[in-house]
């Protein structure tokens, strides 16, 4: 299997970093996807240069690769998760997000990451698409001029219930920003299942010219609840061989677990996902092993996406 499979720290905030990348590198991971947030090396605390060098050396030690994440709830805002969002009716609001993403960047490249992922946020009441889809281009445009200084690629996630949904609102964006070489995406597996009208075998075949980076997890038709393996519709073999399939596009990134809501037993978790995918992956399976639906029948119903999963 040529996957490389990474956990996100975002499922492990009962634990101190030190202590999570111990644990995924003993459990056999290939890297992480790390969640810049108070808990975990905070952007916006003092020192954060040191910190991050020390972060750096710690990855070094133990071989794992890394891809910065920026979907923390409250790093901003105690009272508003997401926010402020890029998508903000206060401009200042706006560029407070942008600048948090920029010093994600620099982060980033100081950990020799793959990626910076990030998303587009919900558009607020009373604003029209036109002017959330401005927002949105303007608010980025710093942040792919960093991450073009630096070498690395902005992976942006659909996610649901946001302006930026969908693999299709994806390439809007890239429209509308003039296609910078540095934006690409993120796509989310359990996404896919959610609200894509393709199925998700399907999804990464069509993102594989522009992926930085990949989440995954299981879900169910509709509902945008981040689940473990097995707990929800999603039929792995073929979207594991999907995915193993992508090193020969170019693909060198992260596969990795996003299970945000289940810290409290991320390091079980943790090690059943890995056994899991592990399990299922394509050289433990001949082709003939499983059916070519990526999901049930019943991922066909009408979709209740909502943005409440995070």
Known sequence: MTIRL????????D??????LGLL????YDGVGLTLDHMHLDPLAPDL??????????????????????????????RR??????????????????????????VAADLGAHAVHCFSGITPPDTAPD????????????VLEAADRSGLPLAVEPEPGHLLATLADFH??????????????????GHCQCLEPAMPVDCIREAAPWLRHVQIEDMRRGVHEHLPFGAGEIDFPPVLEALDTLSD????????????????????????????????SPSSHSPSSHSPSSHSPSSHSPSKHSSSSR
Do not use: C, M
């Not at 990474?6 to 905030?13: A, E, I, K, V």
């Not at 590198?25 to 056999?28: E, N, Q, R, S, V």
């Not at 809007?172 to 597996?189: A, F, K, Y």
């Open 81 to 106: 998760k997401h926010g402020p969002s890029l998508l903000d009716p206060d401009p200042e609001a706006r560029a407070a997000r942008t600048r948090l993403l920029v010093r994600a960047v620099q």
């Open 131 to 142: 002017t959330a889809w401005q927002r949105l281009t303007d608010s980025l445009a710093p």
């Open 49 to 78: 240069a040191a910190r991050t060098r020390h972060v750096a050396s710690r990855l070094q030690e133990l071989g794992l690769g890394v891809t910065v994440e920026t979907g923390a709830r409250y790093v901003l805002d105690p």
């Open 6 to 13: 990474g956990y996100g720290t975002n499922g492990l905030t």
């Open 15 to 20: 634990l101190r970093l030190d202590d999570a």
């Open 172 to 189: 809007h964006l890239r429209v509308l920003s003039g296609d910078p070489p540095p934006l690409g995406l993120t796509l989310d597996i």
């Open 25 to 28: 590198a003993d459990l056999g």
């Open 249 to 280: 596009t170019g693909y060198q990134g992260l596969t990795v677990v996003e299970l945000p809501r289940h810290s409290h037993a991320g390091p079980e978790l943790a090690r059943n996902s890995i056994d899991f995918l592990r399990k299922h």
